[in-house]
């Protein structure tokens, strides 16, 4: 199914004529996957919003560039991880205000959602993941949430199976620290 | 939403809490927002096409004021050799050319540019038209220093 779609964004792409009907449709699939993607790893809407807007201007001009070697999905996700993660050490960088002041505007940002949710364990399963470091965070976010192969992730991350299945078992383990210490469950 | 087999084993595997409780997504997305997100990201192709463009139009202008160059500066060479010409020849009561500010010279081009004709060139004798007419290392002079003003494809046409 997946692949049918993508053949027919790219055939309607490949077409000056149709360039912007199969950049909709590109967008109107994978849009949701890649916000979602995004705003795990940026927490505010307005952050993730503005490095998705950037994605989708370098796949429009880039899109001629995709040879198929992965599925398109894989190379959208791809450029998600990398705009993503340029934007967070351009953030960093601008960043003046100290580590503890910059968890703390997490945990408010964390309980906003979390009056939403209402769901203790919930928020609590989220702030644990939230103590992730940024590259165990992503392999825990596609394996987990988007439910992608080994291999898949492979490919964007350009990382082996076995490294990301360490990160993915150690991320899954220090969420479960993470719960016992706060001794919630 | 059911987590796949695999992944599920994969938590129960290592014994986790996450294989009972499932973790979702803590945020919640804007309504309309896809809608919206796709006539911004339009708009921003829109806008840096705008921008990158100047370029052509630039090299449009740069077309036509070079094609304007060339007869602009040889009638104000004409011009001035004119009045070097005739300098010797001024009646008594005309204003003499060193009594002329460079600002009145200027203006005075500038109202009367259309009246310059090319074809006056041809009423000075050709030691006079040598002196007017810019040599090839001249014109490859002016070239150097106005490289950056001229289109490289009128450039192309000209050598």
Known sequence: ?185 | MKKNKEIQEELEGLNSILSKKELKDNFEIPADYFENFQKEVFNKLDINEELQSPKIGNAKTRRINFRYTLPIAASLALLLGLFFFTQKNIPEGTIAMDQLSSEDIESYINENIDDFDVELLSMLDSDQQNLLIPNDVQIEDYLDENLDDLDQSLIDELF
């Open chain 1, 1 to 185: 199914m997946e692949q049918e779609i993508d053949h027919k964004i790219l055939a309607l792409i490949q077409d000056k004529t149709s360039i912007d009907k199969g950049f909709r449709l590109l967008m109107d699939t994978y849009q949701e996957k890649l916000y979602r993607q995004v705003r795990r790893m940026l927490n505010e809407h307005a952050d993730a919003n503005d490095v998705l807007q950037n994605v989708m201007i370098k796949v429009y001009r880039s899109i001629h560039k995709f040879e198929g070697k992965s599925s398109l999905f894989t190379w959208l996700y791809r450029i998600a991880t990398n705009e993503t993660l340029t934007f967070i050490k351009s953030k960093k960088r601008k960043e003046t205000s100290s580590i503890d002041n910059e968890d703390l505007g997490l945990d408010k940002s964390l309980r906003a959602e979390h009056s939403i949710a209402s769901e203790e364990v919930q928020y609590y399963l989220n702030k644990a993941m939230e103590q992730l470091p940024e590259k165990q965070k992503l392999v825990f976010n596609m394996r987990y949430f988007d439910e992608m192969p080994y291999e898949e992730i492979s490919k964007v991350l350009d990382t082996s199976v076995g490294a990301l299945k360490a990160s993915y078992h150690h991320a899954v383990k220090k969420i479960e620290a993470f719960i016992r210490q706060a001794d919630i469950i």
